[in-house]
DNA sequence: GCGACTTTGTTCCTGCGTTCACAAGCGGTT
DNA sequence: AACCGCTTGTGAACGCAGGAACAAAGTCGC
């Protein structure tokens, strides 16, 4: 077992992550063996970037021939946990929560939602992606009984730091937050910010900026 | 005019994004000064890395003192072109083209959805954000009419090339893509992806390595 | 009016990520 | 059985982002 663990750069696990996708779907579409370029034109990333990435999980490609994609998706899976189960809990149950726990997406890839929960009464009860959206309060029991250790925060901002509290007291070690607020927790949790609007403001810009620079190409 | 543009770095970009919505709560909040400790603190980065942000939009700050909350909020508001309220349509009306739709952060930072679309006739005409959601066939008329240059792609993998290349085709140049694909378009067209489950994925590996390496603080 | 303190702006340096380019290895062919 | 072409895996250089330390500058107190 002991492959020395090389730690893998967190870059690379991101696309570790998109290199599964894509490859789940060449086997659904029957394909049984990739070459690293045509992954990578898949994946939208350099050739030559994507063998580095696998080269982290030892020799999984056969020279000459291209890497087996079945193969690949279970190292890659394995890798990354994909074949345990993982346990979430979700809290704010708004528009963007709402299509979090009904995007099909997490399904597959080995996320379950295991609690959706709201601090408004008028969503409690209703179900949202198959299953019920339970009160605030019930919050520590789920975690407990079920030893949820993701949770993710699809709140407003205001409350998104005392949620996140809530989270990390009923014992939940990651956090993933879609509230535009930067949250501070007890050392030894994990929270990865995600905000939506910065990506569009960067796109904005880098189109603004290529509108003001006409002439580039010129020479 | 001509401030040399010294290029500003991209993950700056994306910081200087985070710092303008610090900064309007702050001015909401009725403050008029902050450090850059302050400011980094409640932004979630580094102070040193804060200054040298700010540095690529020439001096702002007063030393001894800090920065002016009202006059810098301006000034990164300019850079980023807020100011000038930017047209978008939104492809997709499912459960996330919906939150899109309705997220009112995104109208605060001088984004303007001008047309929802969907291709599925039984949400054509629902009313989502404010405005009725329009058949595809109104696309082309809409971003030629109202010169969108921001497209937003939020719809199932599958239809989501085709979408691309609609976007592009009518005049779009800039795309956000939240489909788990990567896009292929002409040059001149910047496409930028988000996929939700990833921050999911690299946060369950990091949780999982975390785990597995329980000693580590021991010396 | 002068000194000391505070905070910015900058410079240097270290480390990481990305890219290019080459050697090693395997399959197919003659 | 040997050769050739193709593809992986790795080594090295480049560029960039991040962090720490230092100098400049302005304000407050005496």
Redesign the interface.
């Known amino acids: 077992m002991s492959h020395q ?1 090389p730690r ?1 750069p ?1 870059a690379t ?2 696309r570790l ?2 290199y599964l ?1 894509v490859l789940t779907g060449l086997a659904d579409g029957g394909r049984s063996n990739v070459s690293s370029g045509e992954l990578a ?4 990333v350099n050739p030559a970037g994507l063998r580095k990435d696998l080269s982290h999980l030892g020799p999984c490609g056969v020279r000459g021939v291209g890497y087996e994609v079945a193969t690949l998706r279970d190292r890659i899976a394995g ?4 074949e345990r189960s ?1 346990a ?1 809990v979700l809290v704010g149950i ?3 929560g ?3 726990a ?2 099909a ?2 399904g597959s ?3 379950r939602f295991i609690g959706l929960f709201d601090a408004d009464p008028a969503r409690v009860g209703v179900a949202v992606g198959g299953q019920a959206v339970r009160p605030m309060e019930q919050l520590d029991e789920v975690v407990a009984a079920t030893a949820a ?2 949770g ?1 925060i699809a709140t407003p901002a205001e409350v998104a730091q005392s949620v996140c509290d809530r989270l990390t007291a009923a014992g939940v ?4 937050n879609f509230a ?1 607020v ?2 501070s927790a007890p050392a ?1 949790v ?1 929270v ?17 900026q ?1 509108a ?2 006409p002439v580039e190409v010129l020479a």
């Open positions: 663990r893998i967190e696990v991101a992550a998109v996708r034109s898949a994946a939208g890798v990354l946990g994909v993982r979430c708004g528009n963007l709402a299509a979090l009904d995007y997406g997490f890839r080995g996320f250790t993701i993710v070690r990651s956090i993933l535009p930067a949250l030894g994990d990865r910010q995600v905000d939506l609007s910065v990506e569009l403001q960067v796109l904005a810009f880098l189109g603004q290529r003001a620079a």
